[in-house]
């Protein structure tokens, strides 16, 4: 079965208002010559009238990368530095630097997702301590990680698979411990997954990094592994067991944030698509089942 493609509907640069190509223009210091749209990821541009959270998460994004521009620049933190900002209207754009790489082939390759994997690693001991002051984890994805919680209070149920239902109140309870057991002094990308990873000859490349929080070395492998399964690489199990900061991690620990992931990527999945994201939910439908069948075999 193919796997939903991590793709959202981009502007393309033609469709960008002129004072925004403009602006965006002078921030590069040259007129554009030629532009190509990158078709992986969600989000759908910089319009807030293509969806109204996504100025937000640029900005914050912006805030991240220039706080941690010194250890890009440097070459000490694997990704793009940020060139500048731009503000005009409705629209937020972000100019940074063009990678010279590609993502990681899919279905995933063993040789790459190794590349990959040693580099979460490299990450995790290359950001912790948490080099920047940003928030928690649980303040991050708190008011999201609350799907279970949600769902046991809703009247229906009937949209559940069977193994959800039967469980949900246990669900809901392991739910609220995921904090105490993600929280910790590293600072995390939080969104890693093959659309924001970019494989250069000698380097693997993060991008995208609104999501930034501090949180449980961990956490980022969690977080990766339904997506790499999703998309023909091996069981979530065995990609943490793959990674030092996987195999660092309790069993414990590791069942109360896949729970809490689990729970957000089940709720969310049942719900009408975000505007100018239509094909986030099948996505996040496809790696809650996946998500929910790692937390079964844990439990």
Known sequence: MTAPPAEGVRVDWESVPVQVRAGIEQICG???????SQPGGFSPGVSAAANPDTPAMHRREARVLRTLDPMIASGELPAPRLRGVLEADQWTALVLDDVDGRHPRLPWEPVELARVLAAVDQLADVLTPSPIEVRGVTEQFGADFTGWRTLAEAPDHSRLDSWSRAHLDELAELERAWPQHGAGDTLLHADIR????????DRVIFVDWPQ????AAFVDAVFLAPSVAMQGGPPPNELLALTRTGRAASRQAVAAVVCAMAGYLTERSLLPAPPGIPTVRAFQAAQGKIARRWLADLL
Do not use: K, Y
């Not at 040259?30 to 190509?36: D, E, F, H, I, N």
């Not at 930034?212 to 949180?215: K, L």
């Open 194 to 201: 093959a659309d924001n990873l970019l494989l250069t000859d």
């Open 30 to 36: 040259s007129p554009v010559l030629r532009a190509r």
């Open 212 to 215: 930034a929080c501090a949180g």
